[in-house]
């Protein structure tokens, strides 16, 4: 099977940067797309924070353009994202979500990792 993991959540005060990784292993022939999802307190659901998927244009949150920047690197099927002038609304558990293709005969399907916490505060 596929597992993700995240890595590179925090505490961090406002303004601060980090930089989160999920790193995607198991039986991979390909990973149609890569996004960042939010949990932020108090809520029951995800919100998209960015996405990048294979060949396609990069999605981003309003509230993260500007400010995060979502990358991979393909050879490692590692996904990052970087934040930058982080805000106390970021805060919130970060899910790395992959669509990942095992045999070249499959279709593509949806992995989630466990997830990393950001915190900002001062």
């Known amino acids: 099977q596929v597992q993700l993991v995240e890595s590179g959540g925090g505490l961090v005060q406002p303004g601060g940067s980090l930089r989160l990784s999920c790193a995607a292993s198991?039986?991979?022939?390909?990973?149609?797309?890569m996004a960042w999802y939010r949990q932020a307190p108090g809520k029951d659901y995800r919100e998209l924070v960015a996405?990048?998927?294979?060949?396609?244009?990069?999605v981003y949150a309003d509230s993260a353009k500007g400010r995060f920047t979502i990358s991979r690197d393909n050879a490692k099927n590692m996904g990052y994202l970087q934040m930058n002038s982080l805000k106390p609304e970021d805060t919130g558990v970060y899910y790395c979500?992959?669509?990942?293709?095992?045999?070249?005969?499959?279709?593509?399907?949806?992995?989630w990792g466990q997830g990393t916490q950001v915190t900002v505060s001062s």
């Open positions: 979500n992959a669509w990942v293709i095992i045999t070249p005969t499959m279709r593509a399907s949806g992995y």
């Open positions: 996405r990048m998927p294979t060949g396609g244009s990069v």
């Open positions: 198991g039986n991979i022939f390909s990973i149609n797309d």
